[in-house]
């Protein structure tokens, strides 16, 4: 993986992937701990736009995982290196 692309696309991947495990984690935490989810975001997340975002997340979370497991086999699948 010398391509500075392939390189951005990573971390890129990397970085969106970990932003909607965070997310994922405080709806999932918004949920089962709505009173102090609430009073930690002064209102703005209640129990029901936790569980909203909950199960909104699941798809591009799988999505994301799944490119951040296959980046590099499908990489190395699709765009062979020279020697």
């Known amino acids: 993986m010398k391509n500075k692309w392939t ?4 971390i890129t991947i990397q970085t ?15 949920i089962t701990e709505s009173r102090t989810v609430e009073m930690l975001t002064l209102g703005m997340l209640s129990k029901p736009l936790a569980f909203q975002v909950h199960e909104n997340l699941v798809i591009p979370f799988v999505i994301f995982l799944l490119l951040h497991i296959f980046f590099r086999p499908l990489y190395g699948l699709f765009c062979k290196t020279k020697k």
């Open 7 to 10: 390189k951005a696309l990573r």
């Open 16 to 30: 969106v992937l970990l932003v909607l495990l965070i997310l994922y984690g405080i709806s999932g935490y918004g």
